[in-house]
């Protein structure tokens, strides 16, 4: 069966012409040919003596489990590889384009069938000879078709398909890695969830020690009504920032639930807090013009761009004559006993020819719409590029600024704890009034929060650029990628 296919296909590539779509040229690349590397992209970090590095291997050369070190972080981009159902909705697309392919390309081939039937007729007396009113004919054969695609009509369909299979394909690499992405990112909103409520909860404590402390010395004589509604004050803003982030922390996890497409599991690996991920800080950035090819997005466009590249040789075939073979090959008898006896072999051969002539301008709108459709595709590609280049250079900015922004904060915490600290102990021996320890303990609270959200921020673009530079495809580093339609 599989040496019959091949034979057809082979004598269907024979009788098969050149298309007539145009010769496809890449659209030049609408970037620059390098990333900037003054000002704020020129910061870039570089691994510490005996830190985790890239070695300068590339994003999409990097295994999701190399970059991501975190046990509970792969366990759970495991289950969302898994379950996630936009992913499995991408993977089914994918399987759906690969059958409509098929369909096309079935049409290069002879369709060929078989046929038994039967039929009676009943003639009025005075028309038939003999007196033979009722007539009968039983024939078996075999029938079949064939369109000659001499200017490639056929041929360009399947071609337009081929490449949408090709285009749809890409959507779903692209697919899992945003996936491998928006897992990472989500895990990284429930740990700031997280040090925002240790944060919080440490803020009460103390403030609700002070205001305790200044409700005894009101009741006592010894402190001001002033110093205790001040000391209040911060207790209801730790206080309501408290559920604030309850529920930001449970609507967060809610989020992760939907990327891993099903419920939490009860049990889970040990996962490293938020400032103990240690994520690959020095992936090169390489070229613009590597995005071409790492790049699910942007190769998936440029299989839309084909596709309508092949389009536009079918609606040129269509102004071209159509060649059609049909013939069938059996027997024939007046009864049913006598179908295969000799000389019941019946046979046709009937080849057809239709030429366009005249369809109201139908086929010159096809092909406008055809050119169209391309010139749209062309838009789209190099938009994907730009896109592409823009979210790349937009992580190396800000490569290049959050670590040194980090440490700012972190030096700015320590110098609020430390008034804070200062204040706390000139109230107490009767040097200031409480509203020194009051601003103390509200700037090092705002400073925290900030210093927190920064680490936030500088871990995610670390994951975001690492899927715009096309990681997150392979499992591990050193694997062999899989192929975008993959199962």
């Known amino acids: 069966?599989?040496?019959?296919?091949?034979?057809?296909?082979?004598?269907?590539?024979?009788?098969?012409?050149?298309?007539?779509?145009?010769?496809?040229?890449?659209?030049?690349?609408?970037?620059?040919?390098?990333?900037?590397?003054?000002?704020v992209y020129g910061a870039q970090p570089v691994a510490a003596p005996g830190a985790r590095s890239a070695d300068g291997v590339a994003a999409a050369d990097i295994g999701w489990r190399n970059f991501f070190v975190d046990a509970r972080l792969q366990?759970?981009?495991?289950?969302?590889?898994?379950?996630?159902?936009?992913?499995?909705v991408a993977v089914l697309n994918v399987q759906a384009a690969q059958a409509q392919y098929r369909i096309v390309r079935s049409e290069l081939l002879p369709t060929?069938?078989?046929?038994?039937?039967?039929?009676?007729?009943?003639?009025?007396?005075?028309?038939?000879?003999?007196?033979?009113?009722?007539?009968?004919?039983?024939?078996?054969?075999?029938?079949?078709?064939?369109?000659?695609?001499?200017?490639?009509?056929?041929?360009?369909?399947?071609?337009?398909?081929?490449?949408?299979?090709?285009?749809?394909?890409?959507?779903?690499?692209a697919a899992e890695i945003s996936l491998v992405s928006q897992v990472a990112t989500q895990y990284?909103?429930?740990?700031?969830?997280?040090?925002?409520?240790?944060?919080?909860?440490?803020?009460?404590?103390?403030?609700?020690?002070?205001?305790?402390?200044?409700?005894?010395?009101?009741?006592?004589?010894?402190?001001?009504?002033?110093?205790?509604?001040?000391?209040?004050?911060?207790?209801?803003?730790?206080?309501?920032?408290?559920?604030?982030?309850?529920?930001?922390?449970?609507?967060?996890?809610?989020a992760l639930v939907l990327l891993l497409?099903?419920?939490?599991?009860?049990?889970?690996?040990?996962?490293?807090?938020?400032?103990?991920?240690?994520?690959?800080?020095?992936?090169?950035?390489?070229?613009?013009?590597d995005l071409l090819t790492r790049r699910p997005d942007v190769m998936e466009a440029e299989q839309n761009l084909l596709a309508a590249n092949a389009n536009i040789g079918a609606a040129r075939a269509a102004f071209f004559p159509s060649i059609s073979l049909t013939g069938?090959?059996?027997?024939?008898?007046?009864?049913?006993?006598?179908?295969?006896?000799?000389?019941?072999?019946?046979?046709?051969?009937?080849?057809?020819?239709?030429?366009?002539?005249?369809?109201?301008?139908?086929?010159?709108?096809?092909?406008?719409?055809?050119?169209?459709?391309?010139?749209?595709?062309?838009?789209?590609?190099?938009?994907?590029?730009q896109s592409a280049f823009r979210e790349v250079a937009d992580g190396l900015a800000a490569r290049g600024t959050y670590d040194q922004q980090i440490e700012v904060l972190e030096r700015d915490a320590g110098a609020q704890q430390r008034r804070l600290?200062?204040?706390?102990?000139?109230?107490?021996?009767?040097?200031?009034?409480?509203?020194?320890?009051l601003e103390a303990q509200q700037d090092l609270y705002a400073t925290q929060q900030t210093l927190i959200s920064a680490r936030t921020q500088w871990l995610t673009n670390l994951v975001s650029l690492y899927r715009a530079l096309g990681g997150g495809w392979i499992e591990r580093t050193g694997d062999r990628p899989r192929a975008a339609d993959a199962g």
């Open 1 to 39: 069966m599989r040496r019959f296919s091949s034979i057809a296909t082979a004598v269907a590539a024979l009788a098969t012409g050149c298309t007539m779509a145009p010769t496809y040229e890449r659209p030049a690349q609408p970037v620059p040919a390098d990333y900037r590397t003054d000002g």
């Open 75 to 88: 366990r759970l981009i495991g289950i969302a590889l898994a379950n996630n159902r936009d992913l499995r």
């Open 112 to 173: 060929i069938g078989a046929q038994a039937g039967q039929a009676k007729q009943r003639t009025p007396r005075d028309l038939s000879l003999f007196n033979q009113t009722i007539s009968n004919q039983d024939n078996v054969g075999l029938n079949g078709s064939w369109e000659i695609d001499l200017f490639g009509r056929v041929q360009s369909l399947k071609d337009q398909a081929l490449a949408q299979y090709f285009a749809t394909a890409y959507a779903r690499k």
């Open 188 to 254: 990284l909103q429930v740990l700031e969830a997280d040090d925002l409520l240790k944060v919080t909860v440490e803020t009460l404590r103390t403030a609700q020690d002070s205001y305790n402390l200044n409700k005894l010395k009101f009741e006592h004589g010894t402190a001001s009504e002033l110093d205790l509604t001040q000391s209040q004050t911060i207790v209801q803003t730790a206080a309501a920032n408290l559920q604030a982030q309850q529920r930001s922390r449970a609507q967060a996890v809610n």
């Open 261 to 289: 497409g099903e419920p939490m599991p009860a049990e889970l690996p040990g996962g490293a807090p938020l400032n103990g991920q240690d994520l690959l800080t020095d992936i090169p950035a390489g070229l613009p013009s």
């Open 328 to 385: 069938s090959f059996g027997t024939l008898s007046p009864t049913l006993g006598g179908l295969f006896k000799p000389g019941s072999a019946a046979w046709s051969f009937a080849p057809t020819i239709t030429l366009p002539i005249f369809q109201g301008g139908q086929n010159m709108a096809n092909l406008d719409l055809a050119n169209i459709q391309k010139n749209i595709q062309i838009a789209q590609y190099e938009k994907a590029i």
């Open 421 to 437: 600290d200062l204040s706390t102990l000139r109230y107490r021996q009767g040097v200031d009034s409480y509203l020194g320890v």
